[in-house]
């Protein structure tokens, strides 16, 4: 069955981003002249996702704002005949069927997923996690719902990161069984660095059958007392096969302040109108350090 639904869980707290997540949602932070949530609806759109749920807290209505109708600004572009501004405005309000729910209570990822059942119904679905942004040929999204059509198992988008870092991340124990595929033998949500079983870390793209609400449904409260979608898929792949993918693009952890420093510099590099100027500028700077 073809994959046409996403989830884009959007109700964390952002701490890792104070001050400015007090009173902003960091789905709202902006990466050069973007906010980070609208890289994750694109390559959701870009993947061929023809309709996106995204799980809202307390305190995210900006969200929301965003990709809605703006008469106001665009009646004010429009008689002042900024034409270029206007199709800015008005594409994002048309780019896409986004649905809203709330997440009542922060009480974790599985249980934020938990919250999409309605919507997703009886069919398989992508989950895309707001911090993680991909830039890569391929969106990362269209790489597992390629490998979605081969296999038919849920599969979670991994890499291998630093063996320091594992205690950060779901980290899969698998075997290699195809190109950049393995069989989940176990899933691990944030293990200590001398427990890991590998190094190779779920990087917030998801694949799910709908079976994983039950699992959800029965998973305990885990790590950092919350409810974790990690734990909710090994207790899936008692019953399902689960396979991890191991997607090609850049990673960035948008959620983290370096991380995103770097997406910034590194996306105003690329983009249309700024990156020749920017990188004189950068070139420049660099010589001064
Ligand atoms: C979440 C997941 C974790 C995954 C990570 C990817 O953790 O729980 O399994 O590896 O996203 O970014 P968080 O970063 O929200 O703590």
Do not use: W
């Not at 034409?83 to 809203?100: G, Q």
């Not at 909710?232 to 997607?247: S, V």
């Not at 770097?262 to 700024?274: G, I, M, R």
Request: overall charge negative.
């Amino acid at each position: 069955m073809k994959v046409r639904k996403a989830v884009i869980p959007a109700a964390g707290l952002g701490t890792r981003f104070l001050p400015v997540t007090k009173a902003q949602p960091k789905e709202m932070i902006c990466i050069v002249d973007k906010p980070a949530i609208q890289y994750i609806v694109e390559e959701a759109l870009a993947s061929g996702i023809e309709e996106i749920l995204i799980i809202m807290g307390r305190n995210k209505e900006s969200i929301a704002n965003h990709f809605d109708k703006t008469p106001e600004l665009d009646h004010n572009l429009a008689a002042k005949n900024k034409t270029d501004l206007l199709k800015i405005s008005e594409d994002l309000s048309e780019m896409a069927n986004i649905h809203f729910v709330r997440q009542k209570e922060a009480k974790g990822l599985g249980h934020a997923v938990l919250c999409a059942k309605a919507f997703v119904g009886n069919e398989p679905f992508a989950v895309l996690l707001g911090d993680d942004i991909v830039d890569g040929e391929v969106p990362a999204l269209k790489q597992l719902m390629d490998a979605y059509e081969t296999h038919e198992s849920s599969i979670l988008g991994v890499q291998h990161v630093a063996k320091d870092q594992v205690d950060k991340y779901g980290i899969v124990d698998g075997a290699l069984i195809a190109d950049r595929t393995y069989e989940v033998k176990r899933l691990v949500e944030k293990p200590s660095v001398v427990s890991a079983p590998s190094n190779v870390a779920a990087l917030g793209r998801y694949i799910l059958t709908p079976e994983i609400f039950e699992a959800l449904e029965k998973t305990p409260v885990g790590k950092g007392g919350e409810i974790q979608l990690t734990d909710g898929m090994d207790i899936l792949r008692e019953t399902q096969k689960i396979l991890a993918y191991d997607f090609s693009g850049k990673r960035y952890d948008t959620g983290d302040k370096l991380g995103y420093l770097k997406a910034t510099v590194e996306f105003a590099l690329k983009h249309e109108v700024l990156k020749d100027d920017f990188k004189d500028y950068v070139k420049a700077l660099a010589e001064t350090l």
